[in-house]
């Protein structure tokens, strides 16, 4: 039989319709949406390892090859993700008799309301939705609370429902650290024994995977793409310290294990692959086993989602080969130092995404006690340089059971989020993604084209500025002399634009700038953290 999914108001009453009335009408999927097939059979041994089961979809002269997985309760599933409107058809392929040669189809329909896609790599250094639609990553990161109990999953969809942010990073695996110490409830295998208390001593059994928790992980996805959040999935991270052992798999248990998270998690539109998190600090696995687990993940994705991998601090890796859609990179010198962050865009001619850069907080550590101002002021110092930065909080005000956000969500404490906000709508508000004007000579002003540019003067307090900008417009026409503009005032820090009164008119080039023709001045209050939003009249 075939399944969709849906909510539970949903479920009820597809559960009353099919009692009540035949179905007869073909099943529609709208555009990136969930298709899915639900097969039953009475598995001997081990479903795990020893069935194979895929499908290949069909749509005119597309088709898709998708595994299918093993769902515990003699229950197996293979979900697909259509991409192009019109009538799907599949067909299974297994080595068990029961499970291979099934048949049958859909009807993809236009997507509706929020529904834009996957989220893909557009114009080299940015993203889009796939129906074109611009996406501009303002992001945040709760790297464990997906392992937390309800309550506080509960109060952190909250927190984020109520926030700016459209992108979350956030770990599979459990994370054992000296600010998170909890227990999860599920794990993501099945365990043959267990021994309560801290080190978790557990037997694992890494041919057998666990369902309920990749349940729990799929409606914690979903719930998200509710909110419009995109889940920056981190597949490995270091800190396990041989508590669980999930650090130290061996490489066909990981490559088992990225096989099956695909094939469950790969057709939901809201999903990122970060192969890792400070990949450098897993002794047990290598430079090259980490480009490998890459390909892997960039060949086995159907759909090519988003994909990349972290490092520690200014810890690089080959984010040119073709397994990479984009840089995610920790380091803060690129957006402490002005014009950094846009030389490293150049240097990898993909989108750059700064995942961090420390955080706003209260920890002894370096990393973790940014002010607000500090952790705003880096975000805006990467967007003017055409590139992304990634925020977090990490408020300590007891001891370790805190809920730190950045490592276990629950409500910000801190004052940067609502600012991430700010910001997310200034980028949403201009024609067009943001590059450097006159990069590597003007480090302070970014062009969207179409005659917009926004000025950012970070930390500097000026009383004046004279209305000036670089002739050269990034990769758009150089600025001439005629072109009229009016101007605002945007205070990042207190999110308030004001507009400035006239308007200001170009006069003709002089040294590779363009003045208003009158040099006329603009009054700006004493205060850092101003930027200059610049419209074009004339366009």
């Not at 329909?109 to 501009?136: C, E, L, W």
């Amino acid at each position: 039989m075939m399944k969709r999914t849906y909510t539970i108001a949903s479920l009820s009453c597809l559960f009353f319709l099919l009692h009540v009335h035949p179905v007869v009408a073909q099943e529609q999927v709208q555009q990136w949406k969930r298709f899915e097939i639900v097969l039953d059979h009475a598995a001997v041994g081990n479903a795990f390892t020893d069935i194979q089961l895929s499908a290949v979809f069909s749509n005119n002269d597309t088709s898709f090859t998708v595994d299918g997985f093993y769902d515990g309760n003699d229950t197996f599933r293979i979900r697909f993700m259509p991409q192009d409107i019109g009538t799907w058809t599949y067909v299974t392929k297994s080595n068990i008799k029961t499970l291979h040669n099934k048949k049958g189809g859909f009807e993809c329909i236009p997507a509706k309301g929020d529904n834009h896609g996957m989220v893909r790599v557009s114009n080299t250094y940015h993203f889009s939705y796939a129906d074109g639609k611009q996406f501009y990553p303002v992001g945040t990161t709760a790297y464990a609370w997906n392992h937390m109990g309800k309550t506080l999953q509960s109060m952190t969809l909250s927190s984020l429902k109520n926030s700016g942010f459209n992108k979350i990073r956030m770990c599979v695996f459990p994370k054992d650290y000296n600010l998170v110490k909890e227990e999860p409830e599920l794990f993501p295998f099945l365990s043959t024994s267990q021994t309560a208390g801290e080190t978790s001593n557990k037997t694992w059994d890494y041919t057998r995977f666990n369902p309920a928790f990749f349940k729990t992980l799929e409606a914690q996805i979903d719930a998200l793409d509710q909110l419009g959040i995109e889940a920056d999935l981190i597949l490995f991270h270091p800190y396990d310290k041989g508590r669980w052992g999930f650090d130290s798999l061996p490489m066909e248990v990981n490559q088992r294990y990225l096989k099956y998270i695909i094939a469950r998690l790969g057709a939901q539109k809201n999903i990122w692959w970060s192969i890792a998190n400070e990949w450098d600090l897993v002794k047990y696995k290598t430079h090259d086993e980490w480009i490998a687990l890459s390909k892997a993940v960039a060949e086995k994705d159907p759909y090519h989602h988003l994909s990349s991998i972290h490092g520690s601090t200014a810890k690089y890796i080959e984010y040119w080969l073709p397994y990479f859609t984009h840089a995610s990179i920790q380091d803060e010198a690129p957006v402490m130092n002005w014009g950094a962050a846009a030389i490293v865009r150049n240097v990898y001619q993909k989108p750059i995404i700064y995942d961090e850069v420390g955080y706003e907080g209260n920890l002894e550590s370096r990393w973790g006690r940014y002010s607000g101002e500090e952790m705003n002021h880096l975000m805006w110092m990467g967007t003017i340089g055409g590139t992304y930065v990634t925020h977090g909080e990490s408020y300590m005000f007891k001891d370790a059971t805190d809920t730190i956000f950045w490592a276990k969500g629950g409500q910000f404490k801190g004052s940067s989020w609502k600012r991430a906000g700010f910001l997310r709508k200034i980028l949403e508000d201009a024609p067009g993604p943001l590059e450097a004007s006159d990069v590597s000579r003007d480090m302070k002003t970014a062009t969207s084209g179409n005659g917009d540019h926004l000025i950012y003067f970070g930390k500097e307090i000026n009383e004046t500025w004279t209305f000036n900008l670089p002739v050269k417009n990034g990769s758009y026409d150089k600025i001439a002399a005629g072109k009229k503009y009016k101007v605002e005032i945007i205070d990042t820090w207190d999110m308030s634009i004001t507009p400035v009164p006239g308007v200001f008119e170009t006069g003709a080039p002089n040294d590779y700038r363009v003045y208003d023709k009158e040099m006329k001045k603009i009054r700006l209050p004493l205060k850092p953290y101003l930027a200059l939003r610049i419209t074009a009249l004339n366009k």
